[in-house]
């Protein structure tokens, strides 16, 4: 099971959504400041910069949709 897989429900075509990655190195630095005595209602509240994008084939596939080799370079994971 990718990383994917488990934040999509299966049969979802496409999911565009904050980089997990990014998400996890956030948090990491929300604890260090938290943990260097900063008070957490002082941390200003971050959006998110990254996306990513995942297509889900198979499904595409039982839609009977074809996905265009140009939109698939630009995505972050396929799901076969």
């Not at 959504?17 to 630095?29: D, L, Q």
């Not at 996306?51 to 396929?78: C, M, Q, Y």
């Given at each position: 099971?990718?990383?994917?897989?488990?934040?999509?429900?299966?049969?979802?075509?496409?999911?565009?959504?904050?980089?997990?990655?990014?998400?996890?190195?956030?948090?990491v630095n929300y604890i260090d400041k938290v943990l260097k005595g900063v008070k957490p209602a002082d941390i200003p509240v971050e959006q998110p910069t990254k996306f990513e994008l995942v297509i889900n084939l198979h499904t595409a596939r039982s839609l009977g949709l074809k996905i265009a080799p140009k939109v698939l370079a630009l995505t972050d994971e396929v799901i076969e």
């Amino acid at each position: 099971m990718t990383q994917s897989c488990a934040f999509t429900d299966p049969g979802v075509l496409l999911t565009y959504r904050p980089s997990t990655a990014e998400g996890f190195r956030r948090v990491v630095n929300y604890i260090d400041k938290v943990l260097k005595g900063v008070k957490p209602a002082d941390i200003p509240v971050e959006q998110p910069t990254k996306f990513e994008l995942v297509i889900n084939l198979h499904t595409a596939r039982s839609l009977g949709l074809k996905i265009a080799p140009k939109v698939l370079a630009l995505t972050d994971e396929v799901i076969e």
